[in-house]
Structure formats: C-alpha cells, structure tokens
C-alpha cells in the first residue's frame, strides 16, 4: 500500500470515527465480521467467514456450507463468481453516492438483507454497510468485490436473510443492470457536486 493511501486510511478512520451514527460501529478498534449468520424464517444456521473465503477461492464449498448450497439449490461455482466480481470504485465518488438520497434508499435495501446479528435498526444497519464498502475499497485499494465487503464489514456476525437474498440472486441480471446504472448516470452528477445529500 503506498504513502497516499495510508494516509487516506487513517484520515477516514479519523473522520468516520467523529460521526455520531458511526461511533460505536466504525472506529479503528471496530472488530471485522468473522461468521455469518444465515436466516431462514425461524431456522438459523452459523458459517465461519474462512468457509466463505475458501468457496471464493477454490470455486467448492465444504461442510455446512456446502449442505446449506444443495439444500438451496444454488451452484457453488456461481456463488464463487458472485463473490469475486470486482469492480472499481473510485473512493471518494462512492462515498459521495452512498450519502446522497438515491445511495441511502439503496443500503437502505441492501440492509434488508444484510445486517449485524439481531439488529435491524436502519440507523445501525445502514452505517455497517456504508463502513463495510468503504473499508473494502480502502484495503482493495480502489476496488471491492463481495467478499472483501464481508470481511470489512464492522461486526462479529453478518446475518443474512436468505429469502430475501434468494429474490436477489434469481435476478442477477437486474441487479447487474443496477450496477450499470448508478456507474452511468447518478455519477457524473455526483462528480460535479450535484447529488443531494
């Protein structure tokens, strides 16, 4: 990691530390997610981050995690490619997105599927995402894929609701197009400081 981005490192630790819905959340001492707690209804079955990391990168899920893929009928080799699409993201520019309005109704969305275990408070919920995204960036050193979002994310245990996660996944397409949109349009906008928020 060069000079500059140490420096941008701790200036946002600094800054993102003083923000009052992120204090206790992300600070420099703020733990990252080790396990991820999968919720289905009533059922609830825990997986260690490490599981998630080894099935992005050898492409085969093992153990629980590979029962809980036959169960639900998903294709490791797909969730593999899921997790290890990178895209590049400048840091500024995205932190600009993710606090402007259109951004927060997004996270607000995403927070519905991910989540620290146990909290749903938007006010807890949307701060975790933002911090997870812009950690993953920083160590990604301009990029983030999903998997280094998981690991950046600001809490011992991500739950994740998978129902909602499925509806996600069966529309990888739309999400795709999602992506395209907000890398299009919001961004110049964003760029000349005319985004809200």
């Given at each position: 990691m060069?000079?500059?981005m140490k420096k941008i490192k701790v200036g946002l630790?600094?800054?993102?530390?003083f923000m009052p819905l992120n204090i206790f959340l992300i600070t420099p001492s703020a733990?990252?997610?080790?396990?991820?707690?999968?919720e289905n209804g009533i059922f609830s079955r825990t997986i260690s981050i490490n599981s998630v990391e080894e099935l992005a990168t050898t492409g085969k899920a093992k153990g629980t995690l590979k029962n809980l893929m036959r169960l639900s009928n998903q294709s490791p080799e797909k969730i593999s490619n899921l997790l290890n699409q990178e895209y590049n993201l400048p840091l500024v520019t995205t932190t600009k997105l993710m606090y402007s309005?259109?951004?927060e109704v997004v996270?607000?969305?995403i927070s519905k599927i991910i989540y620290p275990k146990k909290i749903k408070d938007k006010s807890?919920?949307?701060?975790a995402i933002r911090s997870g995204v812009i950690s993953g960036i920083i160590e990604g050193e301009?990029?983030?894929n999903l998997m280094q979002f998981l690991k950046s994310y600001p809490n011992k245990t991500i739950a994740i609701n998978i129902p909602a996660l499925n509806k996600v996944l069966n529309k990888v397409e739309s999400m795709s197009e999602l992506i395209n949109f907000f890398s299009?349009?919001?961004?110049?906008e964003i760029k000349k400081g005319k985004a809200s928020g």
């Open positions: 060069n000079k500059t630790k600094t800054i993102l530390f733990k990252p997610a080790e396990n991820i707690l999968l309005s259109i951004g996270i607000f969305r807890i919920t949307i701060p301009g990029k983030l299009g349009s919001p961004l110049p």
